[in-house]
Structures are given as C-alpha cells and as structure tokens.
C-alpha cells in the first residue's frame, strides 16, 4: 500500500509539472491565488513609411512562480502634454504577448521631437494594475545601390523628425548592415554616418541569394537611447543563385540534401543485417516444419 500511495504522489507531482506556465485572464482563482504582482515590458520597432510596432508582455507573478497572462487586454497609449489618446487594444496570446502596428503620422511630440508611447494593464479582481511607457524620436532608414566600375556599393541615408516635423538628417551613428538568413541574420557590415545622414558600403561577394540572385538587405539602429530600434530594407539582385551555387559546390555534409557517404554504407549494413536476420528466421521456420513432416511419416 505505502508503494502504491508513493507511485500516486510521484504520478500527480509529474502532471502537475507537464502544465503549461500560463493563465487566462477570466480564469477563476480563489483569494488564496491571487497574483500579487505584475510585470509589463514594452519593446519599440520603427519600421519604413513612419511605421511603429509595439510588443508588450504581460507576466504575472506570486512567490517563486512566473506566469504568462494569456487573452488579457493591454492598451497602447500615446502620452501628450495635456492628455493621453488610446491608439489600440490588443489581447495577449499563450505566451502573454500582444502586438500592436500603427502608424505614427499625426501623433504629439514633445518639445524634442519624441514621441511617448504607454502600454497599460488595467487592475482587475485577481490581477493587479501595471503599466509601462518609452520615449522616442521618430527615425527613418533608406537604402540604395549603386554600381562604378564594377564596384557594387550600398548607400544609407538616416533621417529624423523635428518638433516642426520638418525632416532632417541623423548624424554621427552607426548602421549595422545584416541579410536574413534561414534563421538568423548575417552580418556584412557597419556604416558610419557623415553630418548628412550619409554612409556607404562595398558590397560583398559571393553571398548565396534566391535562384534568382535576389537578396533581402537590411540597415538597422540598434538600442539606441533616443531613437529605439529603426530598421530599413531593400532588394537587390547581388546575390549568387542558389542552384549555380550548389551545382558548382557539391558536398556531402550532415546538414546537405546528400548525405555523407560514410553514412550511407553504415546504413546499407545495418539493413543488410536486419534482413539477414529476417531471412535466417524463415528458413530456420522452414526446415522445423520439414522436419516435424518427416518425424510424423517414420511413425
């Protein structure tokens, strides 16, 4: 009996740990549940045509545990001088995210160009309120490419907005140059800005595009403390097509279509081995059956 009972503990403790680290936000919890404190974080993207992206993610948390809130709204709010405006209302997926894509054309800025965005959880019977805001100025990447004697070169202009939403050029930063890979990006290179906003770059050779050389370039400011996280892209045909560059680079790798040739002949042996054993095992069924025939005959 005490094995039995000590089997059902360790079988509910193991069902307890398989359940996912999330709660919905209608979820009924008693007083004793209650989660006592939560934590909101907001990240900021400024994409192309004056394109903003928010990401707020709701975790809810009580003693040791971390939870993400799942299906809880969160709103999006821009702050002004004498009032703030609600841009939107996202719910959080499973994860406790929610996303949120808007433009910022027609929003207040402050006196140096900023733009203060809110991302707030409104106070509920089980969870309490949080909220959390970010400044920052709106900005623009641009790409261009260009060919001189055979060298193919990458031009970055960087702009900003002013309080008079007059556009001027960002000074004096640097760009981080990337092309998307199957999962991850690669790096090729940096640009320092000039006081116009202007960096160049020679463009690399030999970098794998689609069959058709199409290559996806990407310029990014990075965590930067006024202007966030800006990025710009474009589409050049630089790029070496994919079937050239496979036809002239064959190769037997693990992580390849065709696989290593070591590989393949310990596979061969292997079946080889699991078919003889197969074959061995119907003639040996063959012969005790001949076998049992001819004991039945002498008697």
């Not at 004498?82 to 929610?98: F, L, W």
């Not at 909220?131 to 004697?149: C, G």
């Not at 991850?184 to 116009?196: H, N, P, Q, R, V």
């Amino acid at each position: 009996m005490k094995k039995y009972n000590s089997f059902l503990t360790i079988l509910v403790l193991f069902i307890a740990m398989m359940q996912p680290h999330n709660l919905k936000a209608e979820e009924n919890l008693d007083s004793a549940n209650i989660y006592t404190e939560t934590k909101l974080t907001l990240g900021y993207f400024c994409g192309p045509q004056d394109s903003v992206y928010l990401t707020a993610t709701l975790l809810i948390k009580r003693e040791e545990n971390t939870l993400a809130l799942e299906d809880a709204q969160v709103e999006f709010i821009v702050i002004g001088e004498t009032s703030n405006k609600v841009i939107g209302t996202v719910n959080t997926n499973q994860e406790g995210i929610a996303k949120f894509t808007f433009s910022i054309t027609g929003l207040p800025t402050n006196k140096d160009g900023m733009i203060s965005y809110m991302a707030k959880f409104a106070e509920t019977l089980k969870y309490p309120a949080t909220e959390v805001s970010f400044s920052a100025k709106p900005a623009s990447l641009k790409l261009f490419f260009s060919v001189e004697d055979s060298v193919k070169t990458l031009r970055v202009t960087a702009t900003q907005k002013n309080a008079k939403r007059e556009v001027i050029p960002i000074s004096k930063e640097t760009v981080m140059i990337y092309v998307p890979r199957l999962f991850s990006l690669l790096k090729i290179g940096e640009i320092s800005l000039d006081e116009t906003g202007t960096g160049t770059l020679e463009f690399p050779k030999e970098i794998v595009g689609d069959t058709l050389g199409n290559l996806i370039v990407m310029a990014r400011i990075e965590e930067h403390d006024v202007y966030g996280f800006v990025e710009g892209k474009n589409t050049i045909n630089w790029g070496v097509p994919k079937q050239y560059y496979k036809a002239e680079v064959p190769s037997r790798e693990l992580w390849t279509p065709i696989a290593p040739m070591w590989m393949i002949i310990t596979l061969i042996v292997m079946l080889l081995g699991v078919w003889a054993h197969y074959f061995y095992a119907v003639y040996e069924l063959i012969m005790i059956k001949r076998l049992s025939k001819k004991n039945i005959n002498l008697f």
